[in-house]
């Protein structure tokens, strides 16, 4: 048989306890008759003796059972031994007293701590322990009544064997649960270490990427030319080299992040609100953007603006982090897909708990139908990270039509975190 486990332990404990502080009340309550029947002399010695072994041995498993019930549960002598003083008090008081009703906890224990073998046991032996001391010491009762403790003891043995196969049941059906959910939690997070990293290749390795094949491609038509320009031939294989050296940075900043993170036991990029909120890792999101803006409009045709919160808003890196990644997706998407001429961002707080920030472009417009829990199927995989990012802020996206009914408009609404600072 397995080991209990410690819901089964408690269970276990608080049923023993019941029953020894039952037989120190009885106990407590009939051995002063069992002193008084007891004959003069030895008798009342031996009586006194079984008296104190019984209620302190009682008292001793009540108050202490984790300490000395194990004892109990290997040795079920001890439990034969106290069976043995207890027939003595019985014998003493007579079964008319309430020390009678001790000896139907004996099988209701040994059910509960050694199961039906246990139980059938002590139940046989303190019933033939009854049925003796009543044909002893009353010799002319009914036989009805001669019967009664006995048939109680069958039954308590029986109830304390059947809460026992209770308790086994219900610890493994526990225990199976628990499993359960260590293993769906496992899953859990091997899905949402895998979506991050999925965001992550997404918003940088592959875009630089992509951003090379699109140089490589303009440096293999300029070559392919009649004459091709020199200066025009170098300037794009330096713009593929240092694409190139850049897609090899990100990677190896990624895969950084990742072994850092097997060494530590967390994931690679956790959860900002359980980041620690210290000034070290404070970034200027002001600065930040007007800095993607300035990078956008040198590698693209696009008219960028960018309208910076007021003054300086130093945020925690992970939030930071989130709001600059969903911003430089949507500039990215206007600038690939849009067919956009300008662009604008814009970034103010509202009454110094909420961040808005938009970014807006005078393009084609988002795709028909497009809805959030379709993007996946879509292949929209930069606008299911820009919403799992919200997610992780708890900010709220949205994403629609820009002003008169034209372009794309996105919207993100940060609650500021409590450790914000304002330059």
């Known amino acids: 048989m397995p080991p209990p486990l410690p819901i089964q332990v408690n269970a276990v404990q608080a049923m023993c306890r019941q029953v020894f502080g039952f037989r120190l009340a009885m106990i407590a309550v009939a051995a002063p008759a069992a002193l008084l029947n007891a004959s003069p002399g030895l008798g009342v010695r031996l009586v006194g003796a079984a008296v104190v072994v019984t209620f302190m041995g009682s008292?001793?498993?009540?108050?202490?059972?984790?300490?000395f019930g194990p004892l109990l549960l290997r040795h079920p002598t001890l439990l034969l031994a106290d069976t043995m003083f207890g027939a003595l008090l019985l014998i003493s008081a007579g079964p008319d007293t309430t020390l009678a009703y001790v000896s139907v906890c004996t099988p209701l224990l040994a059910g509960i701590v050694y199961g039906w073998r246990g139980a059938a046991f002590f139940a046989s032996l303190q019933g033939l322990i009854l049925l003796l001391v009543h044909a002893t010491l009353g010799p002319g009762e009914d036989v009805a009544e001669s019967l009664l403790l006995p048939g109680l003891?069958?039954?308590?043995?029986?109830?304390?064997?059947?809460?026992?196969?209770?308790?086994?049941?219900?610890?493994?059906?526990?225990?199976?649960?628990?499993?359960?959910?260590?293993?769906?939690?496992?899953a859990e997070a091997v899905n949402a270490e895998r979506a991050e990293l999925a965001r992550e290749l997404h918003?940088?390795?592959a875009k630089t990427l992509h951003g090379v094949a699109l140089a490589a491609d303009a440096l293999s038509r300029t070559a392919a030319?009649?004459?091709?320009?020199?200066?025009?031939?170098?300037?794009?294989?330096?713009?593929?080299?240092?694409?190139?050296r850049r897609a090899a940075a990100e990677s190896r900043d990624l895969l950084t992040?990742?072994?850092?993170?097997?060494?530590?036991?967390?994931?690679?990029?956790p959860d900002p609100a359980a980041q620690p909120r210290g000034?070290?890792?404070?970034?200027?999101?002001?600065?930040?953007?007007k800095a993607r803006a300035a990078d956008l409009e040198t590698r693209s045709p696009l008219r960028t603006?960018?309208?910076?919160?007021?003054?300086?808003?130093?945020?925690?890196?992970?939030?930071?982090?989130?709001?600059l990644t969903i911003v430089t997706e949507a500039l990215e998407n206007t600038a690939r897909h849009a067919q956009a001429t300008q662009v604008r961002i814009r970034a103010a707080t509202d009454g110094g708990d909420t961040l808005r920030i938009t970014v807006e472009d005078d393009g084609r417009g988002l795709p028909e139908g497009l809805r959030v829990p379709s993007l996946r199927h879509r292949g929209h995989f930069g606008l299911l990270g820009m919403t799992e990012r919200a997610g992780f802020l708890g900010a709220r996206l949205h994403l629609g039509p820009g002003e008169h009914g034209r372009g794309t408009r996105v919207r993100l609404e940060v609650p500021l975190p409590t450790g914000k600072e304002h330059g």
């Open 59 to 67: 008292y001793v498993l009540f108050r202490d059972w984790e300490r």
């Open 153 to 186: 003891c069958v039954i308590t043995g029986a109830v304390g064997s059947t809460l026992r196969n209770l308790l086994l049941r219900f610890g493994t059906a526990t225990e199976a649960l628990a499993a359960t959910r260590a293993r769906l939690a496992v």
């Open 203 to 205: 918003d940088s390795v």
């Open 225 to 244: 030319s009649p004459a091709p320009d020199p200066a025009t031939l170098r300037a794009q294989a330096d713009l593929v080299a240092r694409a190139a």
């Open 257 to 269: 992040d990742l072994r850092r993170a097997s060494r530590e036991g967390e994931p690679s990029r």
């Open 279 to 289: 000034r070290a890792a404070r970034v200027d999101l002001a600065a930040e953007l």
């Open 305 to 323: 603006t960018c309208e910076p919160p007021p003054s300086p808003l130093l945020l925690p890196h992970p939030e930071a982090h989130h709001i």
